[in-house]
Nanobody, 121 residues
Framework: QVQLVESGGGLVQPGGSLRLSCAASGNIFNAIVWYRQAPGKPRELVAAITTGGITNYGDSVKGRFTISRDNANNTVYLHMNTLKPEDTAVYHC?????????????????WGKGTQVTVSS
């Protein structure tokens, strides 16, 4: 069983940066995915990284966000730069099941509780 704990959210001004962390326990997954959901909007994929190091990004964050991992600490990071007000959302990390291969929410085996990111002046 996988447990995920996010941290690092907060309030930041437009143009600023934040780093989110997703600490994972257990190893029955093949990727960690960051999703976000803003009020009144559907959940969207932000970034993902497989255990093999392959990354994937949502179009709205390409060039601004970077996903990385620290295997020794079983932690995945989301480095967010040049933040915009439209990045405001609750950010969740999820673990994709070991024998799942899409980025669809239904292929995620576990979810964290989320961390709030607010971009505002």
């Amino acid at each position: 069983q996988v447990q995920l704990v996010e941290s690092g959210g907060g309030l930041v001004q437009p143009g600023g940066s934040l780093r989110l962390s997703c600490a994972a326990s257990g190893n029955i997954f093949n990727a960690i995915v960051w999703y976000r959901q803003a009020p009144g909007k559907p959940r969207e994929l932000v970034a993902a990284i497989t255990t093999g190091g392959i990354t994937n990004y949502g179009d709205s964050v390409k060039g601004r966000f970077t996903i990385s991992r620290d295997n020794a600490n079983n932690t995945v990071y989301l480095h967010m730069n040049t933040l915009k007000p439209e990045d405001t959302a609750v950010y969740h990390c999820a673990a994709r099941g070991r024998y799942r291969y899409s980025w669809a929410e239904g292929d995620m085996a576990a979810w964290g509780k989320g961390t709030q990111v607010t971009v505002s002046s």
